[in-house]
């Protein structure tokens, strides 16, 4: 499953993932995405960085907006 980087940038925003994470490991994020890292990876990177969010939570919501199933 793959999820553009429009989207998560979109999802980023809405769920105020990513608050405690700087410009640089924002950027890696989206860099990791482009590679084509799993929605598990992509999850655990977002939970690292967010307060307030379980991974698990986090992992649902990637994979309910996914691009392609």
Known sequence: MKISTDKLYYLCNKYQ???NGDNKQYRKLFERNKQGASLETLATIIWICS??????LILNILKRETDIQ
């Open 17 to 19: 993932w990513f608050t």
């Open 51 to 56: 307060d307030d969010y379980d991974e698990q």
